[in-house]
């Protein structure tokens, strides 16, 4: 059907990122074909290994979800970071990893929790890491009518999972920097650790340097104290733009590293709290 | 391109701009003209209409996306409550939580979200954080904030109020035709 449209075509979902771009004038012209009622591409399932999340889910629904809820708590606090109420009944996963913003709140958890991503065009399906999506700012691994149809999240044991954002304002602001961290604290070891990074690169990134140093150690003062170095020196590769400084966005990441660490030691398993609200 | 949808309970068919938003079908084609555009980018909620139920900006929903949906707007929001008035809107005229105006369908549409919520779970108050992630995708440039806050507390009420009335008064309705059936001589 898609190509039967004559010309240049786009997808759009809930539209919130597309059409502000296209007053702003920064889209080609194109013929606009909208999924965001394409059932199948919609709600969330569960299986013994995994949750499955259709590509054009508004975040509202995502955050209702009593299975996203337990098994991905970092993706439910994301989500309620995003824009305001009337943005999240619109946005959708798709569009937020579409899009391919350095910032996307949505994108930051489903790096952490290692998310593949399926994308089909007509039968021809692919899976791809979230991480590697997007390839740029605003650029995306995405080819000519390819599609963004669904993300699966491997269940694994953790016990801690934070998303923590740091951002001008609480609702309708754009992160200056924001972490998401999953991990499996057992005894006071830390492993299975996965730590997501948001506006510090060209595209949201791992921060396998602090990754490194917390997997299968003691989670001492030591430890915590060289990952939060590592992360603001090797794994943050900043920008000075009119959001935030290179400097600031460096130092928040081993900020934001902490509080994750700290949240989750103190309060092992109980996610939902976050202290910058 | 034609869409066809339903707006404040009646159905509404016009051809439009394949690149119109909701706003501006909303208030050019259907002369709808409550729904205000602010900001244009999301950002402000001057616009926000429910569609199926669900809060939206209207600036950055097309026209064509509400295809065979239903569209519920500042206009239609009073449709079935005493003086065609929601008990948020009652609410906001009685704390006078207005100022300019231009914001104010706007965060009434957000507002009744939250107190319809509120009305859902046995009309209990809402937290002041319920409140203010209820009314975050809105903004008063006149800064009348407090006052709106307070509204929404009092429109709670007033929904309760109307509840337990139409409880006692569907109550009544209930009672009235046994009675009548049992006098007929049927």
Known sequence: ?277 | MRVACEVNGVAVVREVAPGATLLDFLRYDVGLTGSKEGCGKGECGACTVEVDGRLVTSCLMLAAQVEGRRVRTIEGLGEGHANLLHPVQAAFLECGAVQCGFCTPGFVMAAAAVVDACARHGGRAPTAREVEEGLEGNLCRCTGYQKIRVAVARGVEIAAAECSRKGRDGAARAGTPRTIRKGDAR
């Open chain 1, 1 to 277: 059907m898609v190509a039967r449209v004559r010309g240049a075509r786009r997808f759009v979902a809930g539209g919130t990122d597309l059409v502000v771009k296209a007053k702003d004038g920064k889209l080609a012209p194109a013929t606009w074909i909208d999924v965001a009622q394409i059932r199948e591409l919609r709600g969330i399932s569960e299986t013994r290994g995994s949750v499955v999340i259709g590509a054009a889910t508004p975040y509202t629904e995502i955050i209702e979800s009593k299975v996203v809820r337990r098994v991905l708590p970092a993706l439910v606090e994301a989500c309620a970071e995003i824009g305001s109420v009337q943005i999240r009944n619109m946005g959708t996963l798709g569009g937020n990893l579409a899009n391919a913003s350095p910032a996307a709140d949505g994108v930051v958890p489903l790096v952490a929790y290692d998310a593949e991503v399926v994308i089909q065009r007509g039968a021809r399906k692919r899976v791809i890491p979230a991480v590697d999506i997007a390839t740029g700012p605003g650029r995306s691994c995405l080819g000519q009518d390819e599609l963004i149809t669904e993300i699966r999240l491997a269940k694994r044991r953790r016990n801690i999972a934070a998303f923590l954002k740091l951002g001008p304002r609480a609702s309708m602001a754009i992160a200056k920097v924001s972490l998401a961290l999953v991990a499996d604290l057992r005894r006071g070891r830390l492993s299975d650790v996965r730590i997501a990074l948001g506006a510090v690169a060209p595209t949201v990134i791992r921060a396998t340097h602090a990754e490194a140093i917390l997997e299968g150690n003691i989670l001492s003062h030591d430890v915590i104290a060289r990952a939060r170095v590592a992360i603001a020196e090797s794994d943050a590769i900043p920008i000075t733009d009119f959001r935030s400084t290179a400097a600031y966005r460096r130092a928040m990441c081993a900020v934001l590293l902490g509080r994750a660490l700290r949240v989750n030691s103190d309060d092992v398993g109980r996610s939902g709290h976050n202290p910058l609200r």
